[in-house]
């Protein structure tokens, strides 16, 4: 009885926040239907994505301080949209992310592996490495092209702002689509992902094949921070903060905890762009707030634990 009861005061307190996102300062209704709504997806996916692959990987990696950005996807799909935008082709720029975070999974997947022998802690140092790579490539983008700094500096610290074209809005319809299937089919999965956390000769016992698992595991989770970074730029902590919350007190059981990880991450990342618009005159990048609200939090768990 007492958990309904929690479920439907936060699903009152969740209606609540998306109300008051679309309609604080009484905009008109164009305002709505062309600029809030687009965002408002961005910004629910962007969350969802987030957190819930950040509960995959602590789990997977069995390091508390993992989350999506920690393998370096996302410097290598900044670098793609970043790439593709300097060039002048700002429509191609969520293709250029895309492709930028495939090869980059793709370079650490391959850097993990010793003598057919996947290695948890390579994975995590290759992540790093090819973070620090795809990073120096942007500050040589800016460098070169400091014309487009807003543009950069628009993905370096997160841009939920995005004004879309009809063709661009159709574009991301799809990927959105996309990415919530492959979020999904990563949700039924979960059974799976909890037994190999365990162990892979343990996982490998009960008949999981381990190695095609965690492949397909980090491939998928690759598609989606791509598509996220293409659109909404780099946006931190999201994906370490959320797991651990919905973990305090939901503490075992990865179905449960991917679940409510997209749910608390989706409206996390709402309110962060709220305060991110109206807590200033100007209106603040979204990674700004997530920032100052996730390293205390990085820095209490790391004494923590």
Same mark, same amino acid.
């Given at each position: 009885? !007492?958990?309904?009861?929690?479920?439907?005061?936060?699903?009152?307190?969740?209606?609540?926040?998306?109300?008051?996102?679309?309609?604080?300062? $009484?905009?008109?209704?164009?305002?709505?239907?062309?600029?809030?709504?687009? !965002?408002?997806?961005?910004?629910?996916?962007?969350?969802?994505?987030?957190?819930?692959?950040?509960?995959?990987?602590?789990?997977?990696?069995?390091?508390?301080?993992?989350?999506?950005?920690?393998?370096?996807?996302?410097?290598?799909?900044?670098? &793609?949209?970043?790439?593709?935008?300097?060039?002048?082709?700002?429509?191609?720029?969520?293709?250029?992310?895309?492709?930028?975070?495939?090869?980059?999974?793709?370079?650490?997947?391959?850097?993990?592996?010793?003598?057919?022998?996947?290695?948890?802690?390579?994975?995590?140092?290759?992540?790093?490495?090819?973070?620090? *790579?795809?990073?120096?490539?942007?500050?040589?983008?800016?460098?070169?092209?400091?014309?487009?700094?807003?543009?950069?500096?628009?993905?370096?610290?997160?841009?939920? &702002?995005?004004? *879309?074209?009809?063709?661009?809005?159709?574009?991301?319809?799809?990927?959105?689509?996309?990415?919530?299937?492959?979020?999904?089919?990563?949700?039924?999965?979960?059974?799976?992902?909890?037994?190999?956390?365990?162990?892979?000769?343990?996982?490998? $016992?009960?008949?999981?094949?381990?190695?095609?698992? !965690?492949?397909?595991?980090?491939?998928?989770? $690759?598609?989606?921070?791509?598509?996220?970074?293409?659109?909404?730029?780099?946006?931190?902590?999201?994906?370490?903060?959320?797991?651990?919350?919905?973990?305090?007190?939901?503490?075992?059981?990865? !179905?449960?905890?991917?679940?409510?990880?997209?749910?608390?991450?989706?409206?996390?990342?709402?309110?962060?762009?709220?305060?991110?618009?109206?807590?200033?005159?100007?209106?603040?990048?979204?990674?700004?707030?997530?920032?100052?609200?996730?390293?205390?939090?990085?820095?209490?768990?790391?004494?923590?634990?």
């Amino acid at each position: 009885m !007492r958990n309904k009861i929690t479920l439907a005061l936060w699903l009152i307190f969740s209606i609540t926040i998306v109300f008051i996102y679309l309609n604080i300062g $009484s905009p008109s209704a164009n305002i709505i239907s062309q600029v809030r709504i687009p !965002r408002l997806l961005l910004t629910l996916f962007t969350g969802m994505a987030l957190a819930g692959i950040g509960s995959i990987y602590q789990l997977m990696l069995a390091n508390p301080l993992a989350e999506p950005y920690i393998l370096g996807i996302s410097s290598g799909s900044a670098f &793609g949209s970043i790439l593709a935008g300097v060039s002048g082709f700002i429509i191609l720029m969520p293709l250029g992310g895309f492709v930028g975070a495939g090869l980059t999974m793709l370079l650490v997947w391959k850097l993990a592996h010793q003598k057919g022998r996947f290695d948890k802690s390579r994975l995590l140092i290759s992540g790093v490495i090819a973070g620090m *790579f795809f990073a120096a490539g942007i500050s040589l983008l800016m460098y070169l092209h400091l014309q487009d700094t807003a543009l950069i500096l628009g993905t370096l610290m997160g841009n939920l &702002g995005r004004i *879309f074209s009809s063709g661009e809005w159709l574009t991301f319809s799809i990927l959105l689509a996309v990415s919530l299937l492959i979020l999904a089919y990563l949700y039924f999965k979960s059974t799976a992902i909890d037994i190999l956390s365990n162990g892979d000769i343990y996982a490998g $016992s009960l008949g999981i094949n381990v190695l095609h698992l !965690r492949r397909e595991v980090f491939l998928l989770t $690759s598609i989606v921070i791509g598509i996220c970074v293409a659109y909404a730029g780099i946006i931190g902590f999201v994906g370490l903060i959320i797991p651990h919350v919905v973990r305090f007190f939901i503490p075992s059981g990865q !179905r449960r905890i991917y679940l409510f990880s997209l749910w608390a991450g989706a409206i996390f990342l709402l309110v962060c762009d709220m305060a991110a618009k109206h807590l200033l005159a100007i209106e603040l990048p979204v990674g700004v707030i997530t920032a100052f609200l996730g390293c205390p939090f990085f820095m209490w768990l790391l004494l923590r634990k």
